[in-house]
């Protein structure tokens, strides 16, 4: 190959056979980082140990609504926690309340409590369920 001055032509470029490695190698880069990436997020987002679910909820007038939520876990012999909201018309949370799921035998609970709202609420829901029950909600 002839050399050419780098003054007037700029740098040289990369034989063809040099620029197909470096494709190559990374485009395996990227592969194995998208794979660390989605076993990552499996780990973390795709297998959870609980599982709350809405069963209904029933406006009781005022500022209260009674919530029911259906919850499953994969080992029923360890308590549980859950948060459930009340929630307004434009859909702030204005109701808050942590529910203790005691062990059980059974994988799938239902459990109804009450939440007391700042305003009016329109909908309950489940914000979510944890195996990391607080102090305060153990019983002594």
């Given at each position: 190959m002839i050399e050419r001055p780098a003054a007037?032509?700029?740098?040289?470029?990369?034989?063809?056979?040099?620029?197909?490695?470096?494709?190559?190698?990374?485009?395996?880069v990227?592969?194995?980082?998208?794979?660390?990436?989605?076993?990552?997020?499996?780990q973390r987002l795709g297998t959870a140990e609980v599982k709350g679910e809405l069963g209904g909820y029933q406006l009781l007038g005022g500022n209260t609504v009674e919530i029911t939520i259906s919850v499953t876990r994969e080992d029923p012999s360890r308590p549980v926690v859950c948060i459930v909201?009340?929630?307004s018309v434009d859909g702030a949370e204005i109701g808050r309340r942590e529910v203790l799921v005691p062990p059980s035998t059974a994988d799938t609970v239902v459990v109804s409590t009450i939440v007391k709202a700042t305003r009016q609420p329109v909908v309950g829901d489940v914000y979510g369920c944890g195996t990391d029950v607080p102090a305060y909600l153990r019983a002594p």
């Open positions: 007037r032509y700029g740098r040289q470029r990369l034989a063809h056979s040099s620029r197909r490695r470096m494709a190559a190698v990374l485009f395996v990227i592969v194995v980082a998208g794979v660390a990436l989605a076993f990552v997020g499996y909201r009340a929630r």
